[in-house]
């Protein structure tokens, strides 16, 4: 890294690792919506209170819609969380761009008043614009950067077709596969997967796992849809990192409590329980040598590899509703396997293991 850049309070390594004053850090928390008119009750402010509750969780940041005072700040900072601050409603749903517009000067002065405190973590940039807006997106980033150079604006799509086009308008994208009920929960590594090659590999990117009920969102018959379940919620997350995701933010806490299904305690635990396998294994995934490589005998599987000080780590992740058996192998002999999370792996040769999987289910192996 260049001496400016070891300088910035928040960069990023050559593994695409998230540096926070010059440590490692992986993003884990959750988005924390606004009230709307459909809403059947209203959601809670986030202020101190609200805030000490939500941060008894394995998170380490939160995403907010609504702009947090200096008060909230402050909190999230005592609190030992970091805020990705929300810039996206300075600039609402204008098509063009004007650098000395009125939304302009609003989002300069909310950066200015913020943009050296402790608990800023990003700058939340748009959040699913269409690409004709391209204009003004690279323009909001490049009004960011001018304004604050240490920290890294972010943006959300659901176009992940389209992330490549989107490259110029923030410093890291992510995206937001809601697979629960309809789709096949493998979208979860599917659109990580396209995320990271539409971005060419070289962009760190953080993934936004479903945790909420879709029908929040329906008008009408909401009957086939529901909140993810626990394993499925460890599942989609163990996918997004195994498709190459440096950071998760959950999606979302708040909307959690809209859902008539489940009680807000049972998602909110499970949705503890689920990211606190990330946190656990977090030195995991955040190791800093060269990465080794594993492949796999079947595409029902999703593997990434780590490694530190000679010792590798190998994830493997079933993908599918179903049993699983595959073989993965190694770049090179590998030592001992030990299961660090999930099952372990049957060694069938020097560097090739053989793993049984329930479904939607993950294994972090080391091997030394």
Known sequence: RTAEEVKRRVSFDRLGRTLVDGKPFFPLGMYWSVSKPF???????????????????PFNCVMTYVPPSREVMDAADRLGLKVIYPLQDCFGNDETWDPNGRSAQSARARIAEFRGHPALLAWYLSDERPLSMLENLIGRRGLVKACDPDHPTWSVLYQVKQVRDYMPTSDLLGTDPYPIPDQPIGMAWEWADMTRRGTFGIRPFWQVPQAFDAGTFVQGD???????????????????????????????????????????????????SAASEIRDLQDVILADGRPPKFSADSDKVAVRGWSRDGVRYLLVVNRTRETVSATVTADGDCGRAKALLGAAPTRTAGQTF???LAPISQSVIELR
């Open 39 to 57: 809403h059947k009750f209203q959601l809670p402010k986030m202020n101190a209170e609200t805030l000490a509750e939500y941060a008894k969780g």
């Open 354 to 356: 053989s793993f049984a």
């Open 222 to 272: 909401t009957s086939r849809y529901r909140m993810p379940t626990r394993d499925e919620m460890a599942n989609m997350a163990w996918q997004s990192v195994a498709g190459g995701a440096n950071g998760l933010v959950f999606y979302s806490y708040t909307y959690m409590m809209q859902c008539t299904k489940t009680p807000f305690e049972k998602a909110w635990a499970d949705a503890r």
